[in-house]
């Protein structure tokens, strides 16, 4: 499978615990992005890698989220002290920066807080 | 698997009818459309795009339009089958420059065999 893969697809945590997902991206893409998306709702951005370098943050990301590509090709995105409402599918995307701007998502992971 | 549209407009068409989804934008400035359709408990998957000097564009079985008059977006899919049913989302870039994309609420589209 050469698409985007991410991991765990489920998550259920305890609110308060700390959870991470990883994203490794589509051979090649130097752009990723992390979405999020709730229940009956479009996708919200999150925020946006050019290879290691994180170049968008939106206000969505809270002082609790923390992502991160430190070698330009996987990511992860921590969620720490986890609330009910971090209930989410968290989905990552990627893209190339020499091919136009087709973004390709993963599956997303799931996660809910109980 | 989780469905990701409890409570969207519904758009029910006949096999091999064809089917329009809408959808209005917010921001005159942005130059990127984006049609993504989801299945329940996947990711969005990219069906077509647009950029804004550009009035129509046309792909295998879908076409997509924007009128900027009136800040419109549509995707046509030409002779629906039982799998084009799922939820479809318009993007658009709002920020020239930046990769952020924001999403509109979604439409899911049910197709009767």
């Known amino acids: 499978d050469t698409g985007v893969s991410q991991d765990p697809r489920h998550k259920i945590t305890k609110r308060g615990q700390n959870v991470t997902f990883r994203c490794d991206p589509i051979?090649?893409?130097?752009?990723l992005y992390w979405y999020r998306q709730t229940l009956g709702q479009g996708p919200e951005f999150l925020t946006y890698?050019?290879?290691?370098?994180?170049?968008?943050k939106s206000r969505l990301l809270s002082d609790r989220f923390s992502a991160e590509r430190p070698k330009g090709s996987f990511s992860t995105l921590e969620i720490q002290r986890t609330e009910q409402g971090d209930s989410a599918m968290y989905l990552c995307?990627?893209?190339?920066?020499?091919?136009?701007?087709?973004?390709?998502f993963g599956e997303g992971s799931w996660l809910t807080v109980v | 698997g989780e469905s990701v549209g409890l409570h969207l407009p519904t758009l029910s068409v006949q096999e091999g009818d064809n089917s329009i989804i809408n959808c209005a934008y917010s921001?005159?400035?942005?130059?990127?459309f984006i049609w993504y359709k989801q299945e329940s408990g996947k990711g969005p998957q990219f069906i077509i795009d647009?950029?804004?000097?550009?009035d129509k564009r046309q792909g295998q079985r879908v076409t997509v339009l924007l009128n900027k008059t009136v800040k419109h977006l549509s995707l046509q899919i030409a002779a629906t089958q039982p799998g084009d049913s799922a939820v479809y989302f318009c993007?658009?870039?709002?920020?020239?420059?930046?990769?952020?994309?924001?999403f509109g609420s979604g439409t899911r589209l049910q197709v009767q065999p």
């Open positions: 993007a658009e870039n709002k920020t020239p420059g930046r990769r952020a994309l924001t």
């Open positions: 995307a990627t893209d190339r920066s020499s091919s136009g701007n087709t973004i390709y």
């Open positions: 647009i950029r804004s000097n550009m």
């Open positions: 051979s090649e893409h130097n752009r």
């Open positions: 921001n005159s400035a942005s130059d990127y």
């Open positions: 890698f050019q290879n290691e370098a994180q170049l968008e």
